[in-house]
């Protein structure tokens, strides 16, 4: 079982600037992928960001040149660094974990891009 705690989440004004972080309770080199997803009211969830154990990284095309994602392994996190944020980034963002048949979400935490 993994455990997954997002933080960071909460009200910004456009073009501002947030980091999320997930907290796994295992050792990220057990995980095969870490991501982040996103979840707006009346849409489906999205991939935003994913980073695989091997470091390589792929990232939804909305969130190409102002996301990045990134882990501290010493920490077992993995960090969603937003930039230029848009109110069309407004959602609940989750952190996922994949090891080979198994998946785990976080609670999720709001984010908000709003004047």
């Known amino acids: 079982q993994v455990q997954l705690v997002e933080s960071g989440g909460g009200l910004v004004q456009p073009g501002g600037s947030l980091r999320l972080s997930c907290a796994a309770s295992?050792?990220?080199?057990?995980?095969?992928?870490m991501a982040w997803y996103r979840q707006a009211p009346g849409k489906q969830r999205e991939l935003v960001a994913k980073?695989?154990?091997?470091?390589?990284?792929n990232y939804a095309d909305s969130a190409k040149g102002r996301f990045t994602i990134s882990r501290d392994t010493a920490k077992n996190t993995v960090y969603l660094q937003m930039n230029s944020l848009k109110p069309e980034d407004t959602a609940v963002y989750y952190c996922?974990?994949?090891?080979?048949?198994?998946?785990?979400w976080g609670q999720g935490t709001l984010v908000t891009v709003s004047e």
């Open positions: 295992i050792t990220i080199f057990s995980i095969n992928t």
């Open positions: 980073i695989f154990s091997d470091g390589s990284i």
């Open positions: 996922n974990a994949y090891r080979v048949f198994e998946q785990y």
